[in-house]
């Protein structure tokens, strides 16, 4: 990009200042404004605005009342929860992830492809749609219930899916990839001939594992704990179909806003906002002091160890079994209860009749329909808006000398992932709620525009990211190259940067539109009677009882799901 | 008038002057060399003349014009990347006719019609011996084949200047030595002038006309490759080019004598030199210097005695296949040796080293 240029140039030299500077000023100011005016009014303002409404009551500041909240039980002791059960799924998701890291990355016996191919999977499902699909598998009523109902005559449930125990376990089942993948692809980047010269040496297995092996996995763990603990602590379907007296933030902030008590709402956002900030602090800072560059360039690559033992294969393989049953059961229940007619499926264990009609109503009902429609259409606007703000992004931040500015606008930018959707939803919504200074009479709130607007902004740091991640790929020397062949910025961009990063932006962006889709979170603060999206159908219809409907919807959504991540993944091999 | 003159480049990048204060004037239809180890600043100076880097302070001049600020894609010169920087969208054709496309949408010379495009592309891929690889995959080609697409793509646009990054660099040593001697005879058969960055000796020698040798940031000997290979102009040249022994010493006598008598710090043994006044002028008094001598110059077990003979013994002796390297302690002096034949050696033998004094030359110490 010609930008750099400027930046790089001599300010002591005039001549060539006025040279070099000037056309390729015109070009980034452009680029500087569109970004600035969109982080102002999508991130700055409504953020900002957030915590100063907390600050304010009945139109002056009055942080008393704000402490007064703050100090109240209900809303520490929500906090206290909130942390709490974060800190737990973080615990049961490594002592989950990790060994099956470990056992699925290091040794080779039947079954672990297909334990492989399905460990993922619960990352990729919508949570509204993962939380309805346990429900049917595991609540009260739920098969695995009914079954040991029947099997052992009990006169009630076995158990009741509620509480901390259900909600945890959930947490644990969504949330334990992030310790497979991360630490499954840290065992992949040890440097195996590490393990082999400290066994040289004559170190012990064990001693192996906790002196050469975790040591090098500390950053992947700590990645995983991150997000383990984030995504935990943004929580909301879960908490909110069965959660019972677990009253975490996130369903706090929506109870508060559905009884008017906004002083309440707004001091949690806040609260919520500051616990995830500190979170990320915490661990990136901590993540800076377990960073390790391996010294030598060229590694061994490490084969997985085939599992010679009788018993050892065997076991293996049958936990691989069990664990891609445990994964695939959820889904496979909600898909049995798709064809289920609604009502039918009352103390039977399993649904007594089965239809299509669900999803024939799905396709041909215009409600149903429409719900679709919102949903393609605000995922798709928003999936567009992410991909172009990421080009306009990376052109100022992945060029050039690094400055502050791009470090502010880097950080500005990933801001509204590291803030729960909660968070996002209910700062929008509080800054385009009415008319004032800074907004003129512009509002956002019971339109249909304001989802699409709270997608890309929950979003677009996910594509951001993608294009970033495939633009630090890109060799510097093509774009130079380029240059010297006579191709001025414009035609670099077109033919050689564009057509280079597209398999990996479009990867991003193909994610990013999949989860749109399926959002719940922030779509239940601020959705109209106007853009109901996939996710509100679900709920009304749970809460009808229309389970069979409930869950086509939500079989249709994960089948779009497994379409883009399959196009998805061929673009990412394309990219490589 | 030289066609390319950079006048008093200098370039820094933060703390480290990549480049200092460099001056190199190339000729038209010259192979010019930028020889030196990594991080002397040789890759810095072939960026700033390709114009991807903008130097601190400084001139460069083409063909008379000056064009130290004039944009990379306007300067019309031909690049090859060390890794070759092929566009891994684009196929063989494609990659070749980049350069002619681009010239063709900005209205310059050098692109032309369509057919004039295949036309120039095809003669392009001939003249790199890969005629009908038009559309082969990039990756999919050899290492040695990429780098010929590599050199078609500077050589279609018919650059006014070729810039050499390295190219050969990724090359095994049969292939490079095969592929720089076609290089050589394509540069000067097109009539081209070439800029060429190495790190290798034998490479910047077999391919280039002049040399500029470059160390921390500046030029520190300029140079047919004969004249340096026989006239290094400082210890850091010597020791760059080829293993020179190089022989701290102290001189005897300050007579204009033609011969010249010195004191080897090492050893102390006395050893005389054949120096031209000016070497002996250009001399700080009363400081050690260094006497350098190739190892091939040093002869082993002459009969004739004579002058600079010293008794020894073998410390090392290390096989290289045609030549032999010896390594021999005379009294405290180390003293590298290149024989052709070893059989009649082993270490720990006595034996007789003698450092001709006409083949001695005279270096500052630095």
Known sequence: MHSERSIETNPTDPKRRRRLALPAHSKSFFLYLIVGLVLLYGIIYPTANVFIAALQHEGGWSPEKFFAVLSQRSVIESAGTSIAVSVLTVLFCALVGVPLAFLFERYAFPGRRLFAALAALPLVLPPLVGTVAFIFLCGESGILARSIQHVFHLTRAPWTLRGWGALLLFHTYTMYPFFYVLAGAGLQRIDAGLAEAARSLGASRARVLFRVTLPQLTPSLIAAALLTFMTSMASFSAPLLFGGNVRMLTLEIFNARQRGDSSVALTETVLLALISFAALIFFQRYEGTRRFVAAAMKGTTRRRKRLQSGLGR???????????????????????????????????????????????????????????????????????????????????????????????????????????????????????????????????????????????????????????????????????????????????????????????????????????MGEYVASVIVFTPGNRPVSIAIASAMRDFNLGTAAAYGVILIAMIVVVMIVAGRLESRAR | MPLLNLKQISKRFGDTAAVADVSIAVERGEFFGLLGPSGCG????????????????????????????????????????????????????????????????????????????????????????????????VDELSGGQQQRVAIARAIAIEPSLLLFDEPLSNLDVALREET???????????????????????????????????????????????????????????????????????????????????????????????????????????????????????????????????????????????????????????????????????????????????????????
């Not at chain 1, 019971?446 to 993608?466: C, D, K």
């Not at chain 2, 890794?83 to 196929?91: D, V």
């Open chain 1, 314 to 516: 065997l076991l293996a393989s049958s936990a691989a079994i069990v664990f891609s049953l445990l994964l695939a059961l959820p889904i496979a229940t909600l898909v049995l209860v798709s064809f289920s007619r609604d009502g039918s499926w009352t103390t039977q264990t399993l649904p007594p009749i089965y239809t299509v009609s669900n999803f024939s109503r799905l396709a041909t009902d215009v409600d149903s329909r429409s719900v679709f429609v919102n949903s393609l259409l605000m995922a798709g606007i928003a999936t567009l808006a992410a991909l172009i703000w990421s080009f306009c992004v990376t052109a100022l931040t992945a060029t050039g000398k690094p400055s502050r500015w791009k470090r502010l606008i880097s950080v500005l930018v990933l801001l509204p992932w590291a803030l729960p959707g909660t968070v996002v939803a209910v700062s929008v919504a509080e800054a385009y709620g009415q008319p004032n200074a800074l907004t003129g009479s512009f509002i956002l709130v019971g339109t249909f525009w304001i989802l699409p607007v709270v997608y890309f902004l929950r979003f677009m740091p996910l594509v951001v990211r993608a294009v970033q991640a495939s633009i630090e790929q890109l060799d510097r020397a093509l774009e130079e190259a380029a240059a010297v062949l006579g191709a001025n910025w414009w035609r670099r961009f077109w033919r050689v940067r564009l057509p280079l990063v597209a398999p990996g932006a479009l990867a991003g962006a193909l994610l990013v539109f999949v989860i749109a």
């Open chain 2, 42 to 137: 040789k890759t810095t100076t072939l960026r700033i003349i390709a114009g991807l880097e903008s130097p601190d302070t400084g001139r460069v001049e083409f063909d008379g014009r000056e064009i130290t600020t004039l944009s990379s894609e306007k300067r019309g010169f031909g690049m090859v990347f060390q890794n070759y920087a092929l566009f891994p969208h684009l196929n063989v054709f494609e990659n070749v006719a980049f350069g002619l496309r681009a010239r063709r949408e900005r209205g310059s010379s050098g692109g032309g019609s369509d057919g004039a495009i295949t036309d120039k592309v095809h003669r392009a891929l001939e003249l790199v011996q890969l005629p009908g690889f038009d559309n082969r995959r």
């Open chain 2, 180 to 366: 720089r001697r076609e290089l050589r005879a394509l540069v000067k058969r097109l009539k081209l002038t070439a800029v060429y960055v190495t790190h290798d000796q034998a490479e910047a020698f077999a391919l280039c006309d002049r040399i500029a040798v470059m160390g921390k940031g500046s030029v520190l000997q300029m140079g047919a490759p004969r004249e340096l290979y026989d006239h290094p102009a400082n210890a850091a040249v010597a020791g760059f080019l080829g293993n020179n022994n190089l022989i701290l010493a102290m001189r005897l006598t300050s007579s204009n004598d033609p011969v010249t008598r010195f004191k080897t710090i090492d050893g102390g043994h006395i050893l005389t030199v054949n120096a031209s006044h000016e070497e002996l002028m250009s001399l700080p008094v009363n400081k050690p210097c260094r006497l350098a001598i190739r190892p091939e110059a040093v002869e082993l077990n002459h009969k004739s005695g004579g002058n600079n003979q010293l008794a020894a013994r073998i410390e090392l002796i290390e096989f290289g296949g045609a030549t032999t390297t010896l390594r021999v302690d005379a009294g405290g002096l180390k003293v590298e040796v290149l024989v052709l034949s070893v059989d009649e050696f082993a270490i720990g033998d006595e034996c007789l080293v003698t450092l001709p004094s006409d083949q001695i030359r005279l270096l500052p110490h630095n």
